[in-house]
């Protein structure tokens, strides 16, 4: 019998990821071979698991569409995805034979099922009887990659005034603690030996009195050669237990990404960020002080309405103090229905233009900082690519590139480094211990 082939190209940020490794399951289930949107053949079912966070990602999402539909023009191609909830020309789209938001993607099956003629595969998500837990009916599959995503939680409730997450996600909800636990499971048993632990903010996890804090305890008290990485994480008050947990264990890795945001009170609070810049500081102080090689990497919004020059300055300074391990600077997008859409004060195209530029070199020196401090010190690296030379390549708990040579296969193994060199790139290099 000849497979029916389907592709999931996913954009935007890891928890698109680990909804896409979900439908992948559910396409398993139903039949499907999972195969590259580039393999040989046009796969004939492609679902574009789509971004809307900026006005640069919905134009990504449109231009990836056209590719999509010239290169494969008889593939049958589902768009699902943040831009299928939020963007309203999605729905003249020509280019997507289908459009799929959120609230009706319980009826995949069903709509393959007509256009493909295969097996009936019933899906039932969400019957926990309480609203805000979650069920998938699905785990997540990973044909292609060495590091797997864990859906924990889902939505978010803060409604920061230029998001458009609150709109296209929903509500805080998070995943039933039991399914949660079968999927870790399965993610082992398939060979992975990294997990990252993945929501819209992982920290709002809550199922009964269960909490973030005592999810990962249970994640931790199973038995396997793995380790934990905090995918995505909101400043909070979580955060000290959360940062004693991790300094109490090796199995979790060093390594938090707190968005920042902006680095003047004032636009924090323009923005109905949470926080005043010394509460983040003081948090991510304290985590410092548990755990010293800690990657600590931020997100900054630049350019947001009200940010003066002397406002943008006074966010520079802050941000080189905080030593980040790694910035992504966004210049600011007005989303359609979100407050800071409506908000005075709008910066002009080039002046955003020049602010990104200017945050390049901070970024840079950071970066470079924070790789250099780990030159003599021992890292734990999770190996994933081969290199000439019996060389392998790989990421450190702290989320540095690490490069080591070994006689025997070290590929998708956990090891210690000790760290001698580095590069331009800050790539760090060292030998094996043991
Ligand atoms: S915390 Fe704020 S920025 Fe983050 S997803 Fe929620 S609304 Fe968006």
Redesign the pocket.
């Known amino acids: 019998m000849i497979a029916i082939t389907a592709s999931v190209v996913t954009l935007g940020c890891r928890l698109n990821q680990a909804d896409s490794a979900l439908i992948c399951d559910r396409l398993r289930r139903c039949g499907f071979q999972i195969v590259d949107e580039d393999y040989e053949e046009s796969p004939n079912l492609i679902i574009v698991n789509s971004c809307t966070v900026t006005a640069t990602a919905a134009r990504k999402t449109r231009q990836l569409l056209t590719s999509i539909r010239h290169r494969h023009p008889y593939a049958y191609i589902i768009l699902t995805g943040c831009a299928a909830d939020v963007d309203e020309d999605m729905k003249e789209n020509s280019d997507c034979d289908i459009l799929l938001p959120r609230a009706e993607k319980k009826n995949l099956e069903s709509i393959l099922e007509r256009r493909f003629n295969i097996q009936h595969h019933e899906h039932k998500p969400s019957e926990t009887g309480d609203e805000s837990i979650f069920k998938e009916d699905a785990f997540a599959y990973y044909p292609f990659k060495s590091r797997a995503n864990l859906k924990v939680q889902e939505g978010?409730n803060?409604?920061?005034s230029y998001?458009i997450?609150?709109y296209a996600r929903g509500r805080e909800r998070s995943r039933d603690p039991e399914e949660v636990m079968a999927d870790f499971r399965q993610l082992l048993d398939a060979g992975f030996h990294e997990i990252v632990i993945t929501g819209?903010?992982v920290c709002n996890y809550k199922c009964g009195k269960l909490d973030l804090i005592g999810l990962l305890e249970k994640l931790l008290a199973v038995e396997g050669d793995f380790r934990l990485r905090l995918g995505s994480t909101?400043p909070g008050e979580i955060l000290p237990r959360l940062v004693d947990l991790m300094a109490s264990t090796k199995r979790i890795c060093d390594f938090l990404h707190l968005?920042l945001q902006a680095g003047t009170n004032e636009i924090l609070k323009a923005m109905g960020r949470k926080y005043t810049r010394e509460e983040y500081r003081d948090m991510v102080g304290y985590a410092r002080s548990k755990m010293p090689y800690l990657h600590v990497g931020s997100d900054l919004i630049v350019g947001f309405p009200g940010e003066t020059p002397e406002l943008f300055e006074e966010s520079c300074e802050f941000v080189k103090s905080m030593h980040f391990a790694n910035l992504h600077v966004f210049p600011f997008s007005p989303r359609k229905g979100t407050k800071a859409e409506k908000l005075p004060g709008r910066i002009s195209v080039d002046e955003m233009v020049r602010r990104v530029e200017a945050t390049k070199p901070i970024k840079a020196a950071c970066a470079a900082k924070f790789a250099k401090s780990l030159i003599g010190t021992e890292q734990s690296v999770l190996f994933e690519r081969t290199l000439a030379n019996n060389g392998y390549e790989g990421w450190s708990s702290n989320y540095v590139k690490v490069r080591t040579r070994s006689p025997k296969s070290i590929l998708r193994e956990i090891h210690t480094v000790r760290i001698n060199a580095g590069n331009e790139e800050n790539i760090l290099s060292g030998k094996l211990v043991n």
């Open positions: 978010c803060s409604f920061c998001c997450v609150p819209v903010n909101e968005p």
